[in-house]
């Protein structure tokens, strides 16, 4: 529907061991999610447009012996990737298609509790 327009869900985990300094600066508006994971502080959260990517590079600026991996999928299943910072650096990156795009996207859609299938935004 029209009120999910140009939604990104996302997923940002850190490994950290001062989790509550990050949850204060993190800059990631409601529904956000925050817990803890495997070792891993993460925080699930959709924003609107577009993947918060530079906020999650000055987040590593900050706390740059942290480990930043922030996945990222837009409503339709077009935009699709991961990046990991480190010391404020790209260190790597992932920009899936076809299906390996799809499990990444169900992967944070599932986690933020949508019920939706890929692609099937396309027929508006």
Not at 7 to 26: C, D, F, R, S, W
Not at 30 to 58: M, N
Not at 74 to 94: K, R
Request: with cysteine.
């Amino acid at each position: 529907g029209d009120t999910m327009a140009n939604q990104i869900g996302n997923i940002l985990e850190i490994i950290t061991t001062h989790p509550k300094e990050i949850t204060k600066a993190a800059p990631f508006g409601q529904p956000c999610i925050s817990h803890y994971e495997d070792g891993f502080l993460v925080f699930q959260f959709v924003t609107r447009k577009a993947a918060p990517i530079k906020a999650v590079q000055s987040l590593s600026e900050t706390f740059r012996e942290d480990d930043f991996r922030l996945l990222w999928a837009d409503e339709d299943c077009f935009n699709v990737g991961e990046i990991h910072f480190f010391d404020g650096c790209e260190t790597d990156w992932y920009y899936p298609d076809g299906k390996e795009a799809e499990a990444l996207y169900h992967l944070i859609w599932d986690c933020l509790g949508k019920e939706t299938i890929c692609y099937e935004e396309t027929s508006r």
